[in-house]
């Protein structure tokens, strides 16, 4: 079992940055792939990001690739995503979460944290 718990989350102006962090428990968080995703309201989740085990993969929607990076620092238990030049359509719940499988589809992925809001605004 593994639990997961964001944080960092909040309101920031358009053009501006947040840094999420996601802390997990257990002892075997380099095992496991780690993704980003949200969810706006009345929208689907989506994905944002994702990380393999050993950091050494990296992957990005559309939407983040050259603004958001994905990180995690395995001796801390945390994956973090840095947000830059954030833009009101990036207003959402991010989730994280962790599986065995490293990709974009979340199904992939076998634990969820509750989130943290990110609001951008105009």
């Known amino acids: 079992q593994v639990q997961l718990v964001e944080s960092g989350g909040g309101l920031v102006q358009a053009g501006g940055s947040l840094r999420l962090s996601c802390a997990a428990s257990?002892?075997?968080?380099?095992?496991?792939?780690m993704g980003w995703f949200r969810q706006a309201p009345g929208k689907e989740r989506e994905f944002v990001a994702a990380?393999?085990?050993?950091?050494?993969?990296?992957y990005y929607a559309n939407s983040g690739e050259g603004r958001f990076t994905i990180s995690r620092d395995n001796a801390m238990n945390t994956v973090y995503l840095q947000m830059n030049s954030l833009e009101p359509e990036d207003t959402a719940v991010y989730y994280c979460a962790a599986g065995p499988v490293v990709g974009g589809i979340s199904s992939l992925y076998d634990y969820w944290g509750q989130g943290t809001q990110v609001t951008v605004s105009s």
């Open positions: 990380i393999s085990g050993s950091g050494d993969g990296t």
């Open positions: 257990g002892r075997t968080f380099s095992s496991y792939a």
